[in-house]
């Protein structure tokens, strides 16, 4: 299980398709850098302590098709660059 934040560095992994962090004790907000990861079709997030507000880049994620970020701390509304994201299936 992870714990702590998630890094910064996450941004680099550019030719990242999916990510799935859910189920572990990952703190703290979710990085602006994630919005560089282009070709991202999958974020899971879920089950984690994240606390805070999406962050607007992830508009810019327009090949995502399913998000889980269910049981976390966040808060704030969903950011209207969330309707970029043309192939979004699951939210």
Do not use: H, K, R, W
């Not at 550019?14 to 189920?23: A, C, D, E, K, N």
């Amino acid at each position: 299980s992870f714990t702590g934040t998630m890094p910064t560095q996450i941004g680099a992994c550019t030719s990242l398709q999916s990510l799935f962090i859910g189920q572990n004790n990952l703190t703290g907000t979710l990085p602006t850098e994630l919005g560089l990861l282009s070709a991202l079709e999958v974020l899971d997030v879920s089950e984690n302590l994240l606390n805070g507000t999406l962050p607007t880049e992830l508009g810019g994620l327009t090949a995502l098709s399913l998000v889980a970020m269910y049981t976390n701390f966040l808060t704030g509304t969903l950011p209207t660059e969330l309707g970029m994201i043309t192939y979004l299936q699951d939210f």
